[in-house]
C-alpha cells in the first residue's frame, strides 16, 4: 500500500481549552475540544487521504487499523452439563430452595 503519512501540529490552545491543529503538509485543519465530550470540527479537510497523526505532551494520535484476527468464526464455548460432578453441590442447592413454588404463592 502507498500511504502518505502527515504529521499535525498543535498551532494554538484557546482560554476555552479548545485546541488549532494543523497538517503543514496538506494544509488539514481542525479543532478539538476534549472536554466535557470530546468533539472535532474540520476547518480545511486536507488530504483525506493521507494518514495524519500528531501528539503533545507524550501522547500520540494517529488513525486506527482494524485488521480481523482470523478468517474463522469462532467456537462456541462448550456448555457444563448438569450432570458434571462439579455442579453437584449447586444443583443440590436449587433443589432445596424450589425456585418453582417461590412465585406460585398467591398475595
Known amino acids: ?3 502518505q503519512y502527515h504529521q499535525m501540529i498543535l498551532d494554538k490552545q484557546y482560554p476555552s481549552g479548545e485546541e488549532d491543529w494543523y497538517c503543514p503538509t ?5 479543532l478539538v475540544n476534549w472536554e466535557p465530550k470530546f ?3 474540520i476547518i480545511e479537510t486536507g488530504d483525506e487521504y493521507a494518514v495524519h497523526s ?3 505532551g507524550g501522547l500520540q494520535f494517529g488513525s486506527m487499523q482494524v485488521t480481523p484476527a482470523n478468517n474463522s468464526i469462532p467456537e462456541e464455548e ?3 452439563s448438569i450432570e458434571d460432578p462439579s455442579l453437584a453441590p449447586w444443583v443440590e ?7 418453582e413454588d417461590l412465585w406460585d404463592d398467591e398475595i
Open 1 to 3: 500500500m502507498n500511504e
Open 26 to 30: 496538506c494544509g488539514r485543519r481542525f
Open 78 to 80: 462448550p456448555r457444563p
Open 54 to 56: 500528531g501528539g503533545k
Open 93 to 99: 442447592w436449587l433443589d432445596k430452595v424450589g425456585f
Open 39 to 41: 468533539k472535532r470540527t
